[in-house]
C-alpha cells in the first residue's frame, strides 16, 4: 500500500504542475529525465552521456538509466532520481510563473504602475512592481531626485529587454509617458477622451510643458486638467515631491497663437512665423522678456520643443512705456520755448532827478499864469 500512496502522490503532483501552471506533462518529463542523466553523469563522469537513456514512469515516478536496452540504474539512485526531479519540477514552476508575468506586463507597457524601491544594484535601483521586479537604469531616473529603500512611486513600463539574467522589465521615471499616464490617473477627462494630450515638452527634474485640447464643446481643456483651485495639477506635481513645475497650455492649430501660448507666463506676444523655416519671431514688452526666455533659457528652449519652431525673441517698449516717454519729451519743449519773465524796471538814480525837475518845470508855469 505505501507504494500506492507513493505513485497516486507522484502522478497528482505532476498533474497538478501541469493543470495549474499550464506545464505541459511530456515537457516536464522529458527535462527530469535530462536532469536525471546530468545526476549520473555527475556521479560517473568516465561515461559518455549519448550512450545512454534514462526512464521515467510519469504514474510511479520511478527512474531507471539504460545502455544499449541493458538496465545499469545504480543501487539507491531512485532517491537521488526523485530529488532532481522535484529540483525539475521546481524549476520549470518558476520559469512558467517568469514567462506568465512577463506575458502580462508585455501587456502593460507604455502604462504606469505603482512601486517600491526594493534594493540598490550599482546605479541601477531594483523595483518591486507587485507580482514581479524590474529595473530602472540610470539614464531612465530623474537626476535630482533622491531614492531611498521602501520608497514608494509611480513607474513608467517603458520596455522588456533581454538581460543577463534573461529578459528584464524596464521603468523609467524620466520618459514623457509618466507626465501622460499621470494626468490620465488624475484627470477623468484624459482617461475618457474628451481631452487630449497633444504635447509633452519635459526636462525631468526641473520643468514640463504640456499642450491639451477638448474634442467636445463645452469643455476647458486647461482648466480640466488644473482642477478646482489647482488641486488636480497639484496632485501631478506631489508625484514629483515639488521638484518639477508643470505647465498645462492651450493646444492652437494655429502656430501663432500656440506659440503665444507656449510662452507662457509671458503676456502681450506678438508672433510672426515662417512655416518653411519653421521659424517663429518673437516680440514682446522688455518687462516680460525675462519670463519669456526663462531660467539659463528653459521657458523658450521647451516652448520650441513643444511646438516645434526656432524661436527668436526680442523685447520692445510697451505702449504705456512709450507715452511716458512722449509725454516727456513734450515737456521739455515747452520748457525750452517758454519766453523768459523780464522784470519790471525799478526806477533809480538820473531816473528820478528828471523825473524831479519835470515836476519843477510844471509848478513854474503855474506859477506865471496866476500873475
Aim: charged letters at 30%.
Amino acid at each position: 500500500m505505501p507504494g500506492v500512496q507513493r505513485r497516486s502522490e507522484f502522478a497528482l503532483a505532476l498533474n497538478q504542475v501541469a493543470n495549474e501552471r499550464g506545464v505541459d506533462v511530456s515537457v516536464v518529463l522529458d527535462t527530469v529525465k535530462n536532469a536525471i542523466l546530468a545526476a549520473y553523469k555527475k556521479d560517473h563522469p568516465e561515461v559518455e552521456v549519448e550512450e545512454y537513456e534514462a526512464t521515467l514512469d510519469k504514474n510511479t515516478g520511478e527512474a531507471k538509466i539504460f545502455k544499449k536496452d541493458k538496465d545499469v540504474t545504480p543501487p539507491g539512485f531512485g532517491r537521488i532520481a526523485a530529488q532532481t526531479a522535484k529540483q525539475v519540477i521546481l524549476q520549470k514552476i518558476r520559469e512558467k510563473e517568469k514567462e506568465a508575468i512577463l506575458t502580462d506586463y508585455k501587456g502593460k507597457v507604455g502604462a504606469i504602475v505603482n512601486g517600491m524601491v526594493l534594493r540598490f544594484a550599482g546605479p541601477n535601483i531594483i523595483v518591486d512592481i507587485g507580482k514581479t521586479e524590474a529595473l530602472m537604469p540610470p539614464p531612465e531616473q530623474i537626476p535630482n531626485e533622491k531614492y531611498h529603500l521602501n520608497q514608494r512611486l509611480t513607474v513608467y513600463i517603458l520596455d522588456i529587454r533581454e538581460g543577463i539574467k534573461g529578459e528584464e522589465i524596464i521603468v523609467s521615471r524620466a520618459n514623457n509617458g509618466l507626465i501622460e499616464g499621470l494626468f490620465k490617473r488624475e484627470v477623468p477627462e484624459v482617461a475618457q477622451g474628451s481631452v487630449v494630450i497633444k504635447e509633452i515638452a519635459r526636462e525631468p527634474g526641473s520643468r514640463t510643458k504640456i499642450a491639451v485640447a477638448s474634442n467636445q464643446s463645452g469643455i476647458d481643456p486647461v482648466g480640466s486638467c488644473v482642477g478646482q483651485k489647482g488641486v488636480r495639477i497639484q496632485a501631478i506635481i506631489a508625484e514629483f515631491s515639488g521638484i518639477e513645475k508643470i505647465d498645462v497650455i492651450a493646444w492652437h492649430e494655429n502656430p501663432k497663437n500656440y506659440i503665444g501660448q507656449a510662452l507662457s507666463p509671458a503676456k502681450n506676444v506678438e508672433v510672426a512665423v515662417d512655416e518653411k523655416s519653421k521659424t517663429a519671431r518673437v516680440s514682446l514688452p522688455k518687462e516680460e522678456l525675462s519670463l519669456a526666455i526663462g531660467k539659463e533659457g528653459q521657458n523658450v528652449r521647451l516652448a520650441s520643443k513643444l511646438t516645434g519652431y526656432r524661436i527668436e525673441i526680442e523685447g520692445k517698449e510697451s505702449a504705456d512705456a512709450e507715452a511716458l516717454a512722449r509725454q516727456g519729451e513734450e515737456e521739455e519743449a515747452k520748457v525750452e520755448v517758454a519766453p523768459a519773465i523780464e522784470p519790471k524796471p525799478e526806477i533809480k538814480g538820473e531816473a528820478m532827478e528828471a523825473a524831479g525837475e519835470v515836476e519843477v518845470s510844471k509848478k513854474e508855469e503855474v506859477q506865471s499864469s496866476e500873475s
